[in-house]
C-alpha cells in the first residue's frame, strides 16, 4: 500500500521560514506528480500546486505561486513545502498526496498543521 | 481558474435513504482526445485526509463501497450515495484534473436526518 508520511505539527512567528516534509514508500516515487493541498481552519480544499518528482517540473496555483516552493529530492523518496516569510493567514493543514494513474490524487499525508502566531 | 461549484452546501438524508451531490464546473473538463471527464470526488471525515472515491467522474476506486456512483459529463456531475449508511457521515469534495489549478468545489456535508 502506497504511503506517505509528513513532518510533524509546526509553531511559528510571522516573517519566519518553514520546511516541511512528505515522505514516499512501498511505490516507485520518481514515477508520479506529488501535490500539496491546503485546508484552513474550518475550510475546504485549496490546490496548491504540483512536482514532477523525475524531474522537478512544478507547477502552481497562481494563489499561492510567489510565497511558496516547492521541491523534491528523489534520492530520499521525499517532496517538500516551503515558505520564507510565514503570515499568521498560512496557518492550516497542509496534505500532500500523490497523483495516480488516474490523474487524481489517490493518496494522501496524514498532513502538517502549521500554526503562524506572534 | 476553473470554478468548481457544489450543490447543496449540506444534506440531511435519513439512513438507508439516497444522498446526490451536485458539481458544477464553469469550463467543460471532457477530453475529446479520450473521451475522459477529469473530475474526481472525495470524502473526508473529521480529523483525516481526503479519501479518494471516484475518478473520471465515474471509476470507483478499489474497495470503495458500490453504494458510491459518478456520473455526468461535460460541465454538470453527480455523486450518489444510493443507501446513506452511518459511516458515510463526512464532507465531500469533487475535483476538475484537467485544468492547472486543479480546483476544488466548496464541500458538501452529509448528515443523518
Known amino acids: 500500500e502506497v504511503q506517505l508520511v509528513q513532518s510533524g505539527a509546526e509553531v511559528k512567528k510571522p516573517g519566519e521560514s518553514l520546511k516541511i516534509s512528505c515522505k514516499g514508500s512501498r511505490y516507485t516515487f520518481t514515477n508520479y506528480w506529488i501535490g500539496w493541498v491546503r485546508q484552513m481552519p474550518g475550510k475546504g480544499l485549496e490546490w496548491m500546486g504540483i512536482?514532477?518528482?523525475?524531474?522537478?517540473?512544478?507547477r502552481y496555483s497562481p494563489s499561492f505561486q510567489g510565497h511558496v516552493t516547492i521541491s523534491a529530492d528523489k534520492s530520499n523518496s521525499t517532496a517538500y513545502l516551503q515558505w520564507n516569510n510565514l503570515k499568521a493567514s498560512d496557518t492550516a493543514v497542509y496534505y500532500c498526496?500523490?497523483?495516480?494513474?488516474?490523474?487524481?490524487?489517490?493518496?494522501w499525508g496524514q498532513g502538517t498543521l502549521v500554526t503562524v502566531s506572534s | 481558474d476553473v470554478v468548481v461549484t457544489q450543490s447543496p452546501d449540506s444534506l440531511a438524508v435519513s439512513l438507508g435513504e439516497r444522498a446526490s451531490i451536485n458539481c458544477k464546473s464553469s469550463?467543460?473538463?471532457?477530453?475529446?482526445?479520450?473521451?475522459?471527464?477529469?473530475l474526481a470526488w472525495y470524502q473526508q471525515k473529521p480529523g483525516q485526509p481526503p479519501k479518494l472515491l471516484i475518478s473520471w467522474a465515474s471509476t470507483r476506486e478499489s474497495g470503495v463501497p458500490d453504494r458510491f456512483s459518478g456520473s455526468g459529463a461535460g460541465t454538470d456531475f453527480t455523486l450518489t450515495i444510493s443507501s446513506l449508511q452511518a459511516e458515510d457521515v463526512a464532507v465531500y469534495y469533487c475535483q476538475q484534473y484537467y485544468y492547472i489549478p486543479r480546483t476544488f468545489g466548496q464541500g458538501t456535508t452529509v448528515e443523518i436526518k
Open positions: 512536482i514532477y518528482v523525475a524531474d522537478s517540473d512544478t
Open positions: 498526496a500523490r497523483q495516480g494513474d488516474s490523474q487524481a490524487l489517490d493518496s
Open positions: 469550463q467543460n473538463i471532457l477530453y475529446s482526445s479520450n473521451n475522459k471527464n477529469y
